[in-house]
């Protein structure tokens, strides 16, 4: 175990690496002027020299990726462009509200999606299945802006019983959590559906069936538990995407998280504020990602993280 988390960290910390080196020349690459963001449109030219100048833009690339590899040994990303503050700390500002949303969605997902999908199995090929199919299906097809909007215009406007945007008050986590949560628990509960319907049928559960063991024993202690690995990792996967910031559905609600974020500092070309962002969310879905593999060994003791599998 201690083996396999030094290898995965070494994994997790070039990923990270390539994943922010990349983002650095990309962003360079992309049309636009950061310093014709910062001084606006009247600027002379002397003055979007003098912002270049202030910000190190005028140097050569390389010049400038040297002092980016240093800024991530001292964790000092500079100032952001738009916001006027240690870019690193801005970030970190948002990202709770985006690590409360997500958390919200994934476990509203997990509740419904997993009884749900568990449901559909046990009553595979039935007309009550193919109605549940048929809403999962809608629900998946359905963008997230629109079902937003839909529950902003319901909820906030024709019945006004939730805040339309924003988060001074839980009541605004509501609408948000429910706008990620349908397509999630569309996706998550397809999958679990797939995953039960395959053990149920499996030959080791005709044998536990023959012993007297019980529908519930069936369904949850045998059949959902050979399922547990693959849905787990389907859920952590949509939390690490979520936690990288939903960023359709922050805009649409005002939401403060890192997705917002991301759109402002994308239309000022803010770098600083675009590089930390980019950090800490690659790092926290990589953490989530790494957290996930520990589960494995939990959900199924035959697993050996870190070694080989004999056949």
Do not use: H
Request: aromatic share 8%; charged share 15%; net charge positive.
């Amino acid at each position: 175990m201690i083996g396999y988390a030094v290898r995965r960290l070494g994994q997790s910390v070039l990923t990270v690496f390539l994943t922010v080196s990349t983002v650095f020349v990309l962003i360079r690459l992309a049309p636009g002027d950061p310093a014709t963001s910062f001084a606006g449109p009247l600027a002379t030219t002397e003055d979007l020299a003098k912002v270049r100048a202030m910000f190190g833009l005028d140097q050569p690339l390389l010049t400038q990726y040297g002092l980016f590899l240093k800024s991530l040994l001292t964790g000092d990303f500079g100032t952001s462009y738009s916001f006027q503050a240690p870019a690193l700390d801005v970030v970190l500002g948002r990202l709770p509200y985006t690590i409360t949303l997500a958390t919200s969605a994934i476990l509203v997902t997990a509740l419904v999606a997993i009884p749900l999908g568990v449901w559909m199995a046990r009553r595979a090929d039935t007309r009550r299945e193919l109605a549940a199919n048929v809403l999962t299906i809608a629900g998946q097809s359905m963008p997230e802006f629109w079902t937003g909007v839909m529950l902003l215009t319901l909820f906030a406007i024709v019945v006004p019983v939730l805040p339309a945007s924003g988060f001074a008050t839980w009541g605004g986590l509501v609408l948000p959590t429910l706008t990620v949560a349908v397509l999630q628990i569309a996706l998550i509960s397809r999958l679990v559906r797939r995953e039960m319907c395959a053990n149920l049928a499996a030959p080791y559960l005709t044998v536990a069936r023959s012993r007297g063991v019980s529908a519930f024993g069936l369904t949850w202690r045998y059949a959902m538990a050979n399922s547990a690995i693959p849905v787990l990792t389907a859920l952590g996967t949509r939390f690490a995407a979520m936690v990288n910031g939903v960023v359709v559905v922050e805009v649409v609600f005002a939401w403060p998280g890192v997705g917002s974020l991301v759109v402002r500092a994308l239309e000022t070309r803010d770098y600083p504020l675009i590089q930390a962002t980019v950090l800490v969310t690659a790092a926290a879905a990589v953490l989530v990602q790494f957290l996930v593999d520990l589960a494995y060994s939990v959900l199924d003791p035959r697993i050996r993280l870190g070694k080989a599998v004999s056949r």
